[in-house]
């Protein structure tokens, strides 16, 4: 790595420690990738509803997953949005991936992107507990894209208020609209077109004896008619025990691997696997 990218490194891991999430500017290549993945999910989203649904599984885990299906706190608000998914590199769970292999590439090659400088940047943070070592993550890591839909004003939120449940969020949104509450006011955050956004979930809160909270965050409905976020939700494989990287007041270190599989549960979805 270059000096450049390595005091991104220990720029991001401090600022996670610090102020309770990250911002990190991609390289030329980097957002080039991110950017070419909007705009070939976006030419998919385009399509008709038929055809996508062609495109996801029947419990909306992989691939196209329509409106109404995932929601922030309580079913009877969803999130305003439809998805598109691609778990670790499994096409294979994607009905008819090869009839849209531009997206499916589009995502592969900004994960390929994400992924050393999260692991990176998660090594860096476990380490200050006592030399801990970040779990590995891709096989159970996903892509996923939010196609946000047109939203009446009345609705104040396209999500609520929540966390996402996962080790760490790394987001790039196109459009004003999301707020973290990295204290107890909310705070607009816009990323620009070369930068992401990490944000800790509750699994890096369990994985840190809790001394690096979830970031909670929600997005308000601004009226806009083009808006995307491209979000990478990191999560540690679990086919082994994961234990967390402090002690508790007893001595034992908790296994958090019943955390990392369930969280998804509380937004309409399935458990985490490792693919």
């Not at 400088?117 to 892509?143: C, M, R």
């Not at 705070?187 to 990490?198: R, Y």
Request: aromatic share 8%.
């Amino acid at each position: 790595m270059t000096a450049t990218v390595t005091d991104a490194i220990t720029k991001a891991a401090s600022d996670i420690l610090a102020n309770g999430f990250a911002v990190v500017k991609l390289s030329d290549l980097d957002a080039s990738r991110l950017q070419n993945a909007i705009a070939t999910a976006n030419r998919f989203f385009a399509r008709p509803l038929e055809e996508k649904m062609a495109h996801g599984s029947t419990d909306h885990n992989y691939g196209y997953r329509p409106f109404g299906i995932e929601y922030s706190v309580t079913p009877d608000r969803p999130d305003m949005n439809e998805c598109f998914t691609l778990w670790s590199s499994r096409l294979d769970l994607i009905p008819q991936a090869e009839k849209i292999s531009d997206v499916n590439d589009a995502f592969l090659a900004w994960r390929d992107s994400l992924a050393p400088l999260v692991g990176a940047i998660l090594d860096q943070v476990a380490n200050t507990f006592d030399g801990a070592v970040a779990p590995d993550f891709e096989k159970a890591s996903y892509l996923q894209m939010n196609y946000c839909l047109p939203t009446p004003p009345e609705r104040d939120l396209l999500q609520d208020r929540h966390e996402d449940g996962h080790m760490v969020t790394v987001l790039h949104a196109n459009g004003a609209g999301l707020e973290i509450f990295a204290t107890d006011e909310p705070m607009p955050m816009l990323p620009a077109a070369d930068e992401i956004v990490i944000m800790p979930g509750s699994v890096l809160t369990a994985l840190s004896g809790g001394a690096i909270p979830p970031l909670y965050h929600q997005v308000r409905n601004h009226g806009l008619d083009d808006r995307q976020s491209l979000m990478y939700f990191v999560n540690p494989e679990v086919e082994n025990p994961l234990f967390s990287w402090t002690e508790a007041a007893d001595g034992s270190r908790v296994d958090i691997r019943a955390h990392v599989q369930f969280a998804p549960t509380m937004f309409g979805l399935p458990p985490v696997e490792a693919l």
